[in-house]
Nanobody
Framework: QVQLVESGGGTVQAGGSLRLSCAASGRTFSSYGMGWLRQAPGKEREFVAAISPSGISTYYSNSVKGRFTISRDNAKNTVCLQMNSLKPGDTAVYYC?????????????????WGRGTRVTVSS
């Protein structure tokens, strides 16, 4: 089992940047694909970005492509999400999660272990 703890959320003005971090426990972190997902008020949880176990491959939703960057450090058991050019529509609780299969990166049900989330608010 993997335990995940997110940090780095906060309130920022539109156009600003935030960097989210996710610290993972357990020796098998490097064997998991990792993802960032978010849930806005009144909306369903949605895929944001994912990264393969080695870090070589990354995947993004169309809404964040070109603005967000996912990265990981397997030596430190961390995965990060650099968010630039933030928009009010990015306001949500952001979760990191482990991916179970290596396929279907944007499929919410393929993520099995989740953190508790960190809140991001972007003001206009």
């Amino acid at each position: 089992q993997v335990q995940l703890v997110e940090s780095g959320g906060g309130t920022v003005q539109a156009g600003g940047s935030l960097r989210l971090s996710c610290a993972a426990s357990g020796r098998t972190f490097s064997s998991y694909g990792m993802g960032w997902l978010r849930q806005a008020p009144g909306k369903e949880r949605e895929f944001v970005a994912a990264i393969s176990p080695s870090g070589i491959s990354t995947y993004y939703s169309n809404s964040v492509k070109g603005r967000f960057t996912i990265s990981r450090d397997n030596a430190k058991n961390t995965v990060c999400l650099q968010m630039n050019s933030l928009k009010p529509g990015d306001t949500a609780v952001y979760y990191c999660a482990t991916h179970r299969s290596g396929q279907g990166w944007s499929t919410i049900s393929e993520y099995n272990y989740w953190g508790r989330g960190t809140r991001v608010t972007v003001s206009s």
